[in-house]
């Protein structure tokens, strides 16, 4: 898990800095589901969505439930 979401996502959305994500939430949480959740620990997701979205946790609760729903059939 070298990856570094951050750096990722910024490369994603073609955004110039990590600090204009949280300019693009309805992009970057697009592209967030399309993610390999296996690249990234849960800590990092924690963070991004955290940064990036500033909420009560519900993007990244979402972003777990697709998780282990994932890992159930894999």
């Known amino acids: 898990m070298d990856r570094d979401i951050f750096e990722d996502m910024k490369i994603e959305t073609e955004c110039s800095y990590i600090s204009d994500l949280p300019y693009i939430k309805n992009t970057v949480e697009k592209k967030l589901f399309e993610l390999p959740f296996d690249l ?4 990092q997701l924690q963070k991004f969505c955290d940064y990036v979205f500033r909420d009560n946790g519900a993007v990244y609760q979402s972003l777990m439930m697709k998780y282990r729903r994932n890992s159930r059939y894999n």
Request: proline share 0%; charged share 50%.
């Open 40 to 43: 990234y620990s849960k800590e």
